[in-house]
């Protein structure tokens, strides 16, 4: 559905302007008036991630006028594969500076407004009632719902992208003339079945594929240029390299668009989304270990059998010494379950520790009462134990 422009158009361009931006200029649907638009337009990119690293980057180089960011995190070496707003001398900085002078490098014209705290509940209607659109490149279900409230709740729209792999999704939301995120995914999957980028990876290149979609919606939104994805949901594999697109229609029976609405304001997300099952925070409670309790039990010949669920790619770049690689899913079908010595105790560990204390609430549950994860995971071992490891 082709919609208006969402903002009015600044006064004027400069001649400086009008020689940056000559090519949108010549192409009648934009002109003069599309790129005043967009001058005066306020976008807010939270994340300055794997999506929202080539859309600041575009959405600068396009001439938005404002650009928000909301980061809280700093500079990785495993960040440089995909979030190409930073470089290697970024490392260990602000990841919010980083992708301040890398937007103000391709454009000095744009106003750049640094949001360096953690999005949540007590701040997002604060920020979000300063921008005109919403830019998701979140890689978590619970700000994903919050990003999703309180745009419903404020009558914003906003362009939201999925990565994962070689797989990406795209849409816009916006309640007043669609459907929301929810009415798409009404609830989070179950904590632990869906991993997240860090757990499973991604194409570093399918970031740049699903912000530029993500790019393209907001100067359509912007400009009231052409028909932007509101109600559709654009699928890319990049394996195939097929684009295809799902209808999403409103759901009247939405807990936040609909018209009784039972979410009426800002719910606590992390409790919705779950992070971790109630049955594997109840298996952790008491039978959580550190990465040094580890190594002294391996010190001292303790009889123990530690098992490493994560994936095979992942043991393969790191592993904690005599780890038995035995994936989640095997434990989660119970295959893995009659292989288990009865004479050690066991020990699991994933990455972080996610992973490990859903399979231990399985192996509490058939019996092994003196089970035990590593909390922190195999990062936390290479941090406290062996610093010259590399870490994903």
Not at 118 to 143: H, K
Not at 295 to 309: L, S, Y
């Amino acid at each position: 559905m082709s919609l208006p422009p969402l903002v009015e158009p600044a006064a004027e361009l400069t001649v400086d302007e009008v020689r940056r931006y000559s090519r949108h200029l010549i192409i009648p649907d934009v002109g003069m008036d599309g790129q005043k638009r967009l001058k005066n337009a306020k976008v807010l990119a939270v994340g300055a991630g794997g999506l929202g690293s080539p859309a600041l980057m575009y959405l600068a180089a396009a001439g938005v006028g404002t650009l928000g960011i909301v980061e809280f995190d700093e500079v990785d070496e495993s960040n440089l594969q995909r979030q190409i707003i930073h470089s290697q001398a970024d490392i260990g900085r602000s990841k919010a500076e980083s992708a301040r002078d890398s937007v103000l490098g391709i454009n000095p014209y744009v106003n750049v407004v640094l949001h360096e705290e953690r999005l949540e509940a007590d701040n997002v209607m604060e920020i979000f009632s300063q921008y005109d659109l919403i830019v998701d490149g979140t890689d978590n279900f619970a700000t994903r719902y919050l990003v999703n409230d309180a745009c419903v709740l404020l009558n914003k729209p906003y362009v939201w992208g999925s990565i994962y792999r070689f797989d990406g999704q795209a849409s816009v939301f916006w309640s007043e003339h669609g459907p929301c995120y929810r009415c798409l995914y009404p609830e989070p999957p179950p904590p632990g079945m869906v991993p997240s980028c860090a757990e499973g990876g991604v194409l570093g290149v399918l970031c740049a594929s699903i912000g530029s979609i993500q790019v393209t919606e907001a100067i359509k939104v912007l400009t009231g240029v052409g028909e932007p994805l509101v109600g559709r949901l654009m699928i890319y594999d990049a394996l195939e390299m097929q684009y295809r697109q799902v209808k999403v229609r409103k759901d009247p029976d939405c807990a936040v668009c609909g018209p009784n609405a039972t979410v009426t304001e800002l719910i606590d997300y992390e409790a919705f989304c779950g992070v971790v099952s109630e049955e594997a925070q109840e298996a952790a409670l008491g039978s959580t270990i550190t990465p040094k309790q580890l190594k002294e039990w391996i010190d001292n010949d303790e009889p123990i059998e530690i098992i490493d669920v994560r994936e095979i790619n992942e043991y393969e770049i790191v592993s904690i010494p005599g780890a038995k690689l035995i994936p989640k899913g095997e434990f989660l079908m119970g295959t893995a379950l009659q292989d288990l010595p009865q004479d050690k105790r066991i020990v699991l560990h994933c990455k972080t520790g996610v992973r490990s204390a859903e399979v231990l609430a399985v192996l509490k549950s058939a019996g092994f009462a003196d089970a035990v994860h590593v909390g922190g995971g195999v990062i936390g071992w290479v941090h406290q134990i062996e610093p010259e490891k590399p870490v994903y």
